[in-house]
């Protein structure tokens, strides 16, 4: 379940390692109990998020044709950035 911190958005992730051992996101699980598949990860990288705070491996992931960054933390916890509200 989707949990709220700040910016931050934890959302359950099910993900794959790869033949050559990378870890591969191919779905998460919204605030509302909401599957999402991802369709494809364009690129994988060690980075901060400035928005939300926190560090670890940035997925650039598109879901149902919009891009999305997609964070695995070092405490093994996923997250996406929120927008903020008005």
Same mark, same amino acid.
């Given at each position: 379940?989707?949990i709220?911190?700040?910016?931050?958005?934890?959302? =359950?992730?099910?993900?794959?390692?790869?033949? &050559?051992g %990378? @870890? @591969?996101?191919?779905?998460? $699980?919204? %605030?509302?109990?909401? /599957?999402?598949? $991802? =369709?494809?990860?364009?690129?994988? &990288? /060690?980075?901060?998020?400035?928005?939300?705070?926190?560090?670890?491996?940035?997925?650039n992931?598109?879901?149902?044709?919009?891009?999305?960054?997609?964070?695995? %933390? %070092?405490?093994?916890?996923?997250?996406? &950035?929120?927008?903020?509200?008005?």
């Amino acid at each position: 379940m989707a949990i709220r911190n700040g910016f931050k958005v934890y959302v =359950d992730v099910g993900a794959v390692f790869s033949d &050559e051992g %990378e @870890l @591969l996101p191919q779905y998460l $699980i919204w %605030e509302d109990g909401t /599957r999402y598949d $991802i =369709d494809m990860v364009k690129s994988i &990288e /060690r980075c901060a998020s400035r928005r939300a705070g926190g560090a670890g491996i940035l997925y650039n992931c598109r879901i149902n044709g919009q891009y999305m960054r997609l964070f695995f %933390e %070092e405490n093994n916890r996923w997250f996406v &950035e929120a927008k903020r509200s008005s």
